[in-house]
Nanobody
């Protein structure tokens, strides 16, 4: 199994930027789609962004134009650059691995490996 460790979350003011990292214990290139999800208090976990092994990307409508997902296969790491942050972006951000390589699912139950999460708090 792949172990995932997220980092980069912290308190930031609205309008600010953060870059989250997700380091995998093994090679992620052949593993499958990588996704970022978030969960706010009292809400369900929701899809934020995903990237295939061929670097095709998909984003939730709420973050399009503000967030960018990328992967560095040499470093076994997936990143998410978050700009123009809003208070509604607050939550725990998780990365996860999907068993397929080319289809980006927005359903969190279809992902098979998860990190422990990193807290992002955006103050107004």
């Amino acid at each position: 199994q792949v172990q995932l460790v997220e980092s980069g979350g912290r308190l930031v003011q609205a309008g600010g930027s953060l870059r989250l990292s997700c380091a995998a214990s093994g090679s992620i290139f052949s593993r499958g789609v990588m996704g970022w999800f978030r969960q706010a208090p009292g809400k369900e976990r929701e899809f934020v962004a995903g990237i295939t092994t061929l670097d095709y990307t998909s984003y939730a409508d709420s973050v399009k134009g503000r967030f960018t997902i990328s992967r560095d296969n040499d470093k076994n790491t997936v990143y998410m650059q978050m700009n123009s942050l809003k208070p509604e972006d607050t939550g725990i951000y998780y990365c996860a691995v999907h068993p397929t390589k080319f289809f980006i699912s927005q359903n969190p139950t279809s992902y098979i490996n998860w990190g422990q999460g990193t807290q992002v708090t955006v103050s107004s």
